[in-house]
Structure formats: structure tokens, C-alpha cells
């Protein structure tokens, strides 16, 4: 699978989670076109970026257990200065992506 293609169908199944509409993991395969380990893998790679995510049978969803986004892209960069090696920037950035408990932001805008 291609990087932009798994970053898409990863951006989608963050959608459906959201929603808590995913489904079964069965109809999830089948509405993003893969097989169900395919899906089982990618659920895997998300947890692995740091999604807490869980199958709730009572919604019949997954579900996070803690509020995230995936979000991937890239961030303007700031102009900022260089102290011993490290930007300003980079410190800044790694800031957001602790407090907002974010994945992979696209932009500041935290949301």
C-alpha cells in the first residue's frame, strides 16, 4: 500500500471513529475497500502512532478511549532561531503535538 493511500484510509477510519460509525470491523473492511486484515493492520499502525482505540460492542464502533485526531500534512515553518542545534520552532511544535495529544498535525489550528 502506498504512504498516501494508507495516510488517507487512516485519516477516514479517524472520521468513522469519531462518528463512532465505523461498524463492525467486517462492513469497515468493506467501505474502505480492503480485506479485514488489511483493516486489522492498519487499526494496528494507528495504535502504534499512539491511538487508543477499542471495539465497543455496544455501539457497534470502534471508539477512542482518549479524545485524538489524526491530522497529516505539513506546518508552515516559523522563522525562528537556533540554540545549540535546536530550533525554536521544533521546541514549539513539540509542545503541540504533547498538549493537544495530536498525531500528526497538518496545521496550528489544534483542531
Known amino acids: 500500500m502506498k504512504l498516501i493511500e494508507t495516510l ?6 479517524d472520521q468513522l471513529i469519531r462518528l463512532k460509525a ?22 494496528d499502525k494507528m495504535r502504534c502512532m499512539g491511538a487508543e482505540i477499542y471495539f465497543c460492542p455496544m455501539k457497534s464502533s470502534y471508539c ?3 479524545d ?3 491530522i497529516y500534512g505539513f506546518i508552515p515553518q516559523c522563522r525562528g532561531k537556533i540554540y545549540g542545534g535546536k530550533s525554536t520552532q ?4 513539540s509542545i503541540f503535538w504533547s498538549e493537544n495529544h495530536l498525531l500528526n498535525p497538518r496545521s496550528t489550528s489544534g483542531g
Open 90 to 93: 521544533f521546541n514549539r511544535l
Open 8 to 13: 488517507e484510509r487512516i485519516e477516514r477510519v
Open 22 to 43: 465505523t461498524g463492525r470491523p467486517t462492513e469497515l473492511a468493506c467501505r474502505l475497500g480492503i480485506s479485514e486484515s488489511s483493516l486489522y493492520n492498519l487499526i
Open 68 to 70: 485524538v485526531r489524526f
Open 64 to 66: 477512542y478511549k482518549t
